[in-house]
């Protein structure tokens, strides 16, 4: 089965926007709990600030684009700080195509468990393709969050560095806080050029569009762009980068999220050794 053809499954009521399969990319959110995850998230959607908590079981949001009249698909899987189904992490790691992993600055524990998250993601992606862990090359941001507030610092700088390396193209440290807004859109932006995707994905950089003008998307790029235009009051290129969060997205099912695996992995023989990753 075709990628493009493993996506339309994946998203359903999406296909008829016939997005390539080299534009849909998921970016996966991992960290223990209360550190800030859903914060960030928030930020990334709608740019908001809840103080109330709320524990995370997971959350999965879908985000599309126009940039620069071509569409892209972003998935957001906001994952929950416990994990009592490692298979379901594993599958979740799998599946990401950028990540971000998420500690707090006054709680070492949560710094630790980073730590090992990291190592997972690159021992976990090593299965793709006949990478090793050292060669793996995984887009991927490490955030001490919580950087408004007075308290006492649980973890050193150098032991932040020593995590992340000496290669910011590989790995790259941000000090931010999700309740002030700070830092976010360096590290987003920093994030989606390690990925080699477009800059326009980061929240500052494109024009949020109501869903009501999700049609647009359906359109022929001239049709399009007077759309855009339209939502856009005005002003720039009609056609340069918006974006639109779909409302009520579905998490994909496991079989779609194996499918998908199974064509990264370049299909054929070599498939089902992929998804013993998942199991193992």
């Known amino acids: 089965m075709k990628l493009a053809a493993v996506l339309n499954k994946m998203c359903p009521g999406d296909s008829e926007l016939s997005i390539p399969a080299k534009n849909c990319y998921r970016m996966v959110v991992l960290g223990s709990s209360k550190v800030g995850k859903t914060a960030i998230v928030s930020r990334f959607l709608t740019g908001r600030f809840e103080d109330a908590y709320t524990p995370t079981i997971e959350d999965f949001h879908r985000k599309f684009y126009?940039?620069?009249g071509e569409l892209y698909q972003l998935d957001i899987?906001?994952?929950?700080?416990?994990?009592?189904?490692?298979?379901?992490?594993?599958?979740?790691?799998?599946?990401?195509?950028?990540?971000?992993?998420?500690?707090?600055?006054?709680?070492?524990?949560?710094?630790?468990?980073?730590?090992?998250?990291?190592?997972?993601?690159l021992d976990t992606k090593s299965c793709l393709k006949n990478k090793t862990k050292e060669n793996a090359d995984v887009p991927l941001v490490v955030c001490g969050n919580k950087g408004d507030r007075d308290f006492y610092r649980e973890v050193e700088p150098r032991e932040i560095q020593q995590l992340v390396g000496d290669d910011p193209r590989r790995c790259a440290y941000f000090e931010i806080s999700a309740k002030r807004n700070s830092s976010l859109d360096e590290m987003f932006r920093a994030l989606f050029a390690m990925a080699k995707l477009p800059s326009e994905m980061s929240p500052d950089l494109h024009r949020k569009v109501s869903v009501q003008y999700c049609d647009a998307l359906h359109s022929k790029k001239a049709l399009r762009a007077k759309w855009l235009q339209r939502a856009g009051r005005g002003g720039g290129d009609p056609g340069d980068a918006f974006g639109i969060v779909a409302p009520f997205a579905r998490r994909p099912s496991v079989?779609?999220?194996?499918?998908?695996?199974?064509?990264?992995?370049?299909?054929?023989?070599?498939?089902?050794?992929k998804e013993r990753c998942v199991i193992s």
């Open 255 to 273: 079989h779609s999220d194996l499918l998908y695996i199974r064509e990264k992995a370049g299909g054929g023989g070599q498939a089902k050794d």
């Open 77 to 121: 899987l906001d994952t929950s700080g416990n994990h009592p189904f490692p298979a379901m992490r594993r599958l979740s790691i799998l599946t990401g195509d950028v990540f971000i992993l998420v500690f707090s600055l006054d709680n070492r524990d949560s710094f630790e468990e980073v730590q090992r998250l990291k190592q997972q993601i």
């Open 66 to 68: 126009s940039i620069r």
